[in-house]
């Protein structure tokens, strides 16, 4: 198997087997344009190994208190603000994992190093010398989560 | 019976403790390692089983673990690793440094109450 090739839809993978496992919430593949109205809260890691990358998780403020909600059995409206940016360190943090372990004696095998987050309004992430890049988006019709992971 | 949740994460540490209030056990809570050694130290007697991520700020839950089970008053408590880092490497190279347990997240709550279960009743040599 080319993995390569593949690496899109492992990572769309792990994203939403964790998503499901934490919360119960099932995604699936949306290809709708998202939703730019709400501050955008992006986890981030990178994955240090043979091929150096980043991975990128990004989803709507409102979308990461109803998972979180989900995540810790508090309601919408009291999830804190420290929880928004947990929640999406822990999200970008199992998702690397979970991918991790598919690509296991692969090139793309890689350390998992310290996650964090990145929030504003319609944020825009550049990065320079780019070889391969592989998005996607995931939605249950409620909320959306997005992928990016870039080599 | 006393759970010592070490996760950097307070989303983390809430789903564990939701867990650990479904099975009716005390937790108390430390957010990095320096902060769960320091606790360890000081009451020891009092912990049961720690539940320790692995990839924290400052001290990594790794090391955490090769403290406690360095250490002669600390050594019998069970700890179990609960982590992203699911490679065989990892899981052998702490049950190498004395883990007594091993669950990679993600999980579901039904996973870590098992697993929960299983720490205790080895530990507790009830």
Redesign the interface.
């Known amino acids: 198997m080319d993995i390569a090739n593949e690496l899109g839809q492992i990572y769309s993978d792990a994203l939403s087997e964790v998503v499901y496992t934490v919360s119960g919430i099932k995604l699936q593949v949306d290809c709708r344009e998202s939703n730019k109205d709400f501050d955008e809260v992006i986890g981030v890691m990178y994955l240090q190994g043979n091929k150096t990358g980043m991975l990128f998780v990004t989803a709507n403020e409102p979308d990461v208190k109803i998972l979180c909600s989900h995540m810790i059995g508090t309601p919408v409206a009291e999830i804190e603000a420290d929880e928004i940016d947990d929640t999406m360190c822990e999200l970008v943090n199992m998702t690397a994992g979970s991918a991790k372990l598919r690509l296991s004696n692969t090139d793309y095998m890689f350390s998992l190093l310290q996650p964090f987050v990145i929030k504003g309004k319609d944020v825009s992430i550049v990065t320079k010398r780019i070889t391969k890049v592989e998005s996607g988006t995931l939605s249950d019709g409620n909320i959306s989560i997005r992928f990016k992971v870039v080599y | 019976m006393k759970i010592l949740i070490v996760d950097d994460?307070?989303?983390?540490r809430?789903?564990i403790k939701?867990a650990a209030d479904v099975l009716d056990l005390s937790t108390e809570e430390a957010q990095d390692g320096i902060e769960a050694l320091e606790i360890l130290s000081q009451r020891y007697e009092e912990i049961d089983l720690v539940l320790l991520d692995w990839?924290m700020?400052g001290k990594t839950g790794f090391e955490v673990l090769e403290e406690i089970k360095s250490n002669d008053k600390m050594k019998s408590i069970p700890v179990m690793m609960v982590?992203?880092?699911?490679?065989?490497t990892s899981i052998v190279a702490a049950v190498r440094a004395g883990a007594d347990n091993y669950l990679?997240?993600?999980?579901?709550i039904d996973e870590l109450e098992s697993k929960i279960v299983e720490c205790i009743g080895k530990g507790g040599g009830a």
């Open positions: 994460s307070s989303v983390m809430k789903v939701a990839n700020p982590t992203t880092e699911g490679h065989k990679v997240k993600p999980f579901t």
